[in-house]
């Protein structure tokens, strides 16, 4: 199974990107789909999560702002971040498991590369 995450760059403060996540591979409905962000100096952070059948779980930091979705027809998972402050500059992790469901990134048995967001104030 591979992830390919894309959408980031540089954004103002109060500005929208979009993340997707696509994944090279049958039973893209099968696996949960977890986003991380690890800034410089830190650990890497639970940001949102899309389970199979699409129910979410989001970080206290960026709930209503973020909005995680996913197209099982189209193999893609989605990361809408809107309101973005200059704290959300990381890079942005997506990941997927097709058996756990959560916000521990010990979970996920698969990761793409990161993309780089950078919101600048």
């Known amino acids: 199974v591979q992830l390919q995450a894309s959408g980031g760059g540089l954004v103002q403060t109060g500005g929208s990107l979009r993340l997707s996540c696509a994944i090279a591979?049958?039973?893209?409905?099968?696996?949960?789909m977890g986003w991380f962000r690890q800034s410089p100096g830190k650990e890497r952070e639970f940001v949102a999560h899309?389970?199979?059948?699409?129910?979410?779980i989001y970080a206290d930091s960026v709930r209503g702002r973020f909005t995680a979705s996913r197209n099982n027809a189209g193999n893609t998972a989605y990361l809408q971040m809107d309101s973005l402050k200059p704290e959300d500059t990381a890079v942005y992790y997506c990941?997927?498991?097709?058996?756990?469901?959560?916000?521990?990134?010990?979970?996920?048995?698969?990761w793409g590369k990161g993309t780089l967001v950078t919101v600048s104030s």
């Open positions: 591979g049958p039973n893209f409905s099968k696996y949960a």
């Open positions: 990941a997927a498991s097709d058996y756990y469901s959560g916000t521990s990134a010990a979970g996920y048995d698969y």
């Open positions: 899309v389970a199979w059948g699409g129910q979410t």
